[in-house]
């Protein structure tokens, strides 16, 4: 399979784009990036930083940078944080410049998964227990139309990362020949 063009994949935090990423890149000898690592190494600051200190606005006009750069750079599997497709146009440049998989994983398991992991997200780091469930569901039920405007939308819940990966594998080639 040759893949000529870049492989987003977006979806919720804790959906699993960054470490079903990593392993597909290495699967398809391709370079992985990952828009929040891509964002810290440039502002030279952690996205709780960005987030603390100049705000949300100005962490995605950083993510909307990211995006117009990227497209002149070789095709990679890349991870985009979970507000990438909701800002204006990108979700067009993302289809544009490569082929846009959803990682969906249901409301239930993401809030298992992370409550676990919200210090370093600046949106769920200080939420109650009592508040995270129905913040979370709010914020899936705004952008679920957004994911799920993805040339490929796969369920990622019961599989380990490396089955994900095959299967993932198994529909690239259906699409791309
Ligand atoms: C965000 C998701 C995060 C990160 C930032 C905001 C969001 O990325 O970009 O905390 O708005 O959903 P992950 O989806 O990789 O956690």
Redesign the pocket.
């Known amino acids: 399979m040759k893949i000529q063009q870049h492989i987003f994949l977006i979806g919720?935090?804790?959906s699993g784009?960054?470490t079903v990423g990593k392993l597909l890149a290495e699967r398809l000898h391709l370079p992985f990036i990952d828009?929040?690592k891509e964002i810290e190494k440039t502002a030279g600051k952690t996205?709780n930083e960005i987030f603390s200190g100049e705000g949300e606005e100005a962490?995605r006009r950083l993510e909307m940078t990211f995006l117009t750069q990227l497209s002149s750079s070789k095709p990679s599997v890349v991870?985009v944080?979970?507000?990438?497709p909701m800002l204006e146009g990108a979700l067009e440049l993302m289809h544009e410049s490569g082929l846009v998989i959803y990682l969906n994983t249901s409301l239930l398991t993401l809030i298992k998964r992370l409550k676990e992991e919200k210090q370093d997200?600046?949106?769920l780091r200080d939420l109650s227990d009592s508040e995270f469930h129905p913040f979370v569901e709010d914020l899936l039920s705004k952008r679920v139309h957004f994911y799920k405007q993805a040339k490929l939308i796969m369920p990622n819940e019961r599989n380990s990362p490396n089955e994900l990966v095959e299967k993932l594998v198994k529909e690239l080639n259906k699409l791309i020949d």
């Open positions: 919720f935090m804790g784009k960054s828009s929040d996205i962490f991870a944080g979970g507000g990438f997200r600046p949106l």
